[in-house]
């Protein structure tokens, strides 16, 4: 799984749009709060890693009616 999220790192680097619910699914499933495991360290940070490059790419609607 890491190799998989390193590649799609280096997909969102380049700024391609992909969807993002598959992703906080994986970051909900891996995510740890206990500070003494690293079970899922790595897919935790490749996951927020990927996300941190895709969400600028999908603004928010800000302006209200």
């Not at 992909?18 to 899922?40: E, Q, R, V």
Request: charged fraction near 25%; glycine fraction near 2%.
């Amino acid at each position: 799984m890491d190799k998989l999220l390193k590649c799609l790192l280096k997909v969102t680097e380049k700024k391609m749009r992909i969807k993002t619910k598959s992703l906080w699914k994986l970051l909900n499933a891996f995510h740890c709060p206990t500070p003494n495991t690293y079970m899922g360290l790595t897919i935790t940070r490749l996951t927020l890693l990927c996300l941190s490059n895709i969400l600028p790419l999908h603004p928010k609607d800000t302006q209200k009616n």
